[in-house]
């Protein structure tokens, strides 16, 4: 089955889904925790008719620099320094890209989606510090946990006026949308 195929909206991403869709009934874990990443890269790829390359680039916490850096832990300042973007997408704007698949309850998926709260705040900062910039930040947030929270992300969004350079939703909400203004 070609990934497009399976798109659903979050909310019907669970664990069974995850489970029976994209591991073909195997366990999700250890080397297979790639899987549904990977899902969503070929996904966005195939939309977008362009390939996702892996890139190394971080917020800072603290001022919103945006910086290659593979290796947080060597800096002194390692905890200052978001995750990496799983991928970067080079067309008329640069598009800067986060995947996460967030199923089921309890407090590791609370952990995610608080982190990544975090994170899509933080490129919100950078946006309103460079606002000539050409980075547009996609947030790929696939899975029925992160769909009952997905007003959360939304009430972010009111918060800022770039919103238009910082997408926030599932695969399903992105191949609707896609191609952005």
Known sequence: MDCVDAIV??????????HDTLSGG??????????????????IEK???????????RLNIDSAELRELSRPSDEIDEFE??????????????????????????????????????????????????????????????????AKKMHRFNQLKEKFDEFEKVFIGDTYAFQQ???FP
């Open 9 to 18: 909206p979050g909310l019907e991403m669970t664990k069974e889904w995850r």
């Open 26 to 43: 195997t366990f999700m874990g250890g080397a297979t925790s790639m899987v549904a990443e990977n899902w969503q890269i070929c996904c």
């Open 47 to 57: 939309i977008v008719g362009f390939p996702c390359k892996k890139t190394n680039l």
């Open 81 to 146: 320094w978001t995750e990496d973007f799983d991928g970067r997408i080079i067309l008329d704007k640069q598009y800067l890209l986060n995947f996460k698949m967030v199923v089921g309850t309890g407090g590791a998926q609370t952990r995610t989606l608080r982190e990544l709260y975090h994170f899509i705040k933080c490129q919100f900062r950078y946006i309103k510090q460079n606002p000539t910039s050409n980075i547009v930040f996609v947030n790929i947030l696939d899975g029925d946990c992160a």
């Open 177 to 179: 949308e896609w191609p």
